[in-house]
């Protein structure tokens, strides 16, 4: 089975930090990426990638950046924690072309006090 | 902006019968369709995909897409109580490099 591993299940950081959410995943799949999932809400797109050192923009790319220097590896950025990033944060990962849906990772509950 | 749509519930059924969850979705493109399941205090966990109208069957799931009525449904058959969850419908426009857009979900509940 893809296995899809973020390195924190529970953060707390202070507002103004900078915040890094580690992603890594064990299938050589190509496609990466991060969402939020807030109550009332649901999933939002943050950022995704298809391949190392691309990045696109998703719905609410406002606040973070992402870094893919290897293709295991895909890393959330706040670079600089506000409270209203307090939030659920899920890595997800997939192999290209025709959909196969996504493997979620367990996710990081990200609290910025 | 594309949009999925779902009734957040809760929906409540009895052990045993057929649950029947809904979605719409905005972007005609639009040519994969998922559903995920997400236990309170975990992440979303693929159970379903379709690409083509017409129903599709795994287990006692089933799912359905009617691409001209914009409309993908997730039938389960002989419902447990382990099936209460919330349930994501998402969507892609294609190609798996794009994001999916998630609806919000809806919250089923299974009676014993």
């Known amino acids: 089975d893809v296995k899809v591993t973020q390195s924190s299940r529970y953060l707390v950081k202070r507002t103004g930090e900078k915040v890094f959410l580690e992603c890594v995943q064990d299938?050589?799949?190509?496609?990466m990426f991060w969402y939020r999932q807030d109550p009332g809400l649901g999933l939002r797109l943050i950022y995704f990638s298809y391949d190392v050192k691309m990045k696109e923009k998703g719905d609410i790319p406002e606040g973070y950046s992402v870094s893919r220097e290897k293709k295991e590896r895909f890393s959330l950025i706040l670079e600089s924690a506000s409270t209203n990033q307090t939030s659920m944060y899920l890595c997800a990962s997939s192999p290209p072309g025709t959909d196969y849906g996504y493997t979620f990772g367990s996710g990081t509950r990200l609290t910025v006090v | 902006q594309k949009e999925v749509e779902q009734n957040s519930g809760p929906l409540s059924v009895p052990e045993g019968a057929i649950a029947s969850l809904n979605c719409t979705y905005s972007?005609?493109?639009?040519?994969?369709f998922f559903w995920y399941r997400q236990y309170s205090g975990k992440s979303p966990e693929l159970i379903m995909f379709i690409y083509s109208n017409g129903d599709k069957e795994d287990g006692r799931f089933t799912a359905q897409l009617n691409k001209a009525s914009q409309y993908v449904s997730l039938l389960i058959r002989d419902s447990q109580p382990s099936d209460s969850a919330t349930y994501l419908c998402?969507?892609?426009?294609?190609?798996?490099?794009?994001?999916?857009?998630f609806g919000k979900g809806t919250h089923l509940i299974i009676q014993p």
């Open positions: 998402a969507v892609s426009v294609g190609g798996g490099a794009d994001g999916l857009t």
């Open positions: 972007d005609r493109g639009s040519q994969s």
């Open positions: 299938m050589d799949h190509e496609n």
